[in-house]
C-alpha cells in the first residue's frame, strides 16, 4: 500500500459558509488524497487535535469571516507545540492581499485566494509535502 | 521516536503516528506491532455497522459520551470508502463527534476503506490493536455504510451492533441472508419516524423463524441519536452482551476465530509476496504466465509444483 497524503480541511471561526471549504475538499479527494472533513466552526483547539489524531500531513483553512489574522497563527501555534513539526499548514478564503504576508510569517506555507484554480492547491501541495 | 514506548508512556502523537506505519506499510509497522501485542487483549471491540445515513456516526457520537459517563476511556476508528477511481476519500465521520475532540479520554481515527470490500479497511484490525495498546476500555468501530454483504466486522469485533431504520424496504429485506444476520444487538435508530413498530415486529419475526438456533436472541433497541434517546439503555443492553460472551467463554471462542483467521491471512500474505517478489525477479513467474497462456501447462500442475518446491 503506497503512501496516501492526509489532508485535514478545517472551518474555524464563526461564519458558517463551507461551499468554497466543500469544493476544495473534493477536488483533494479527486486528487487522491484523503480528506479528513471536520464541519463548520471549530476552535484552535478542535483543529490542532484534530490534526494531530489523524495524523495528517496538510491542514487546509478556511475562513470567510475576516479573523483569520487572530485564528490562523493560533492553529499554527497549537499544532507545533504537539510536536507535528512537519505538517504543511495552508489558508484561503476572502483574505486581503494585504493580509497575506503576516499569515506567512506566522507559519501558513500559502494563502488561495478565491478564484484559484484548485489544481493549483492540489499542485502545491504535491510539490510541497 | 521509539514509536512504541512512547505510545505505551501515553503519547497520543505515538498512536496516531503507530496507525499511520500500519495504514502505510511502513517498514518499522512490523517491529510496533511486535512491541504492542503483548499489551494487547484487554479492550471491549464494539462494532457499528449498517445502510449509508442509518445514523451511525451520531450513535457512535453517543455512545461515546454514555460510556466517558461511565469513566471509560474509549477509541474509535472510523470507517469511510476510498474512492475506486481516484483512491483519495472524504471522511467526514468527524463531523459529528466534535465535541469528543477535545475529551483526552477519547481517541478517533478516521480510515479510508483503501480497496477493502468488506465494509472495513485492510488495517482496521492493526489499529484496533494500537488502540487496545494504548490502554482504551472501549473500542468502537464504524463500518462503512453498507448495503447486505459487508460482513467483515463480525471478525474484528467481539459484538456487531446493527443500526436500522425505518423506511427502507419490507420484510423480505429482512429475511434475506446478511448483515441482519450478524447482529448481536439491533437498534432501530430515527425511531421516532413512521414505520419503526413495522420494523420493529418485522425484526422479531425474522429473529423467530431461527430462534431453535440462537443461543442469545438479539435484542432490538430504540434509539434517537440526536436527541440522545435511548443511548443509556443500549449501553446498558452493549454492557450485557459482553458479561454474556464472558460467562459463556464465547469471548475466548471468538477471540480464538480472530486469532486463527489473523495468522492464516498474514501466512497467505507473507507467503504470496514472497513467491512474487523471488519468482518475479527472476523470471520465473513471467515464463510461467506465458506456459499457462499458449496452453502449453495448466495453471494446476505449476501451482502444485511450485507448493512442493516452497515447501522442502
Redesign the interface.
Known sequence: MEKRIRVLVAKPGLDGHDRGAKVVARALRDAGFEVIYTGLRQTPEQIAEAALQEDVNVVAMSILSGAHPQLFPVVVNLIREKGMKDVLIIGGGVIPDGDIPALKEAGIAEVFTPGTPTGDIVKFINENV | MDIAKELLAGS??AL??A??AV???YDEAVDIMKKLYPHTGNAYVIGITGPPGAGKSTLTDKIVKEYRRLGKTVGVIAIDP??PF???????D??RM?EL??DEGV????M?T?GSLGGLS?KTADAVKIMDAAGKDVIIVETVGVGQSEVDIVKAADTTLVVVVPGLGDDIQAIKAGILEIADIFTINKADRDGADKLNVELEMMLDLYQDKLEWRPPIKRTVAHRNEGIAELVQTLEEYYGYLKETDKLTERRTERVKAEVLAMLEENIGRYVTRTMQSDGEFEQMVQQIQKREADPYTLVADLLKRLLK
Do not use: P
Open positions: 497520543r502523537l496516531s503516528r496507525i499511520t495504514e502505510n506499510e476510498t474512492s481516484s483512491g483519495g476519500a472524504i471522511l467526514g468527524r463531523i466534535n475532540t477535545l481517541f478517533i481515527r478516521s479510508g483503501r485492510h
